[in-house]
Nanobody, 123 residues
Framework: QVQLVESGGGLVQAGGSLRLSCAASGRTFSTYTVGWFRQAPGKEREFVAAISWNSGRIYYTDSVKGRFTISGDNAKTTVYLQMNSLNPEDTAVYYC????????????????WGQGTQVTVSS
């Protein structure tokens, strides 16, 4: 497992932007797939985006395509989620997760999780 620390959440008006960060503690993401998930009150945790350094592939859920961008730093220690054109439906606790060979859209296949960061979008 890898320890993950998220940051960057907050309160923003509709149409605004936020950038979330997910930092690996004590190791790099070089052999991992890192995903972002979110959970709104009363709803199940849902997939948002993922990046795999092994394959170089990037994945998004349809509702964020064109608005969110997932990326990683050259040192492979931090993954970012740039969120633009936010709307109130994006309000949730956002979690990053990591695993070596996950089914990227299934949160149950990730073994390492961060503590979560709240994103609130006001209308």
């Amino acid at each position: 497992q890898v320890q993950l620390v998220e940051s960057g959440g907050g309160l923003v008006q509709a149409g605004g932007s936020l950038r979330l960060s997910c930092a690996a503690s004590g190791r790099t993401f070089s052999t991992y797939t890192v995903g972002w998930f979110r959970q709104a009150p009363g709803k199940e945790r849902e997939f948002v985006a993922a990046i795999s350094w092994n394959s170089g592939r990037i994945y998004y859920t349809d509702s964020v395509k064109g608005r969110f961008t997932i990326s990683g730093d050259n040192a492979k220690t931090t993954v970012y989620l740039q969120m633009n054109s936010l709307n109130p439906e994006d309000t949730a606790v956002y979690y990053c997760a990591a695993d070596r060979t996950p089914f990227v859209r299934n949160p149950e296949s990730f073994n390492s999780w961060g503590q979560g960061t709240q994103v609130t979008v006001s209308s």
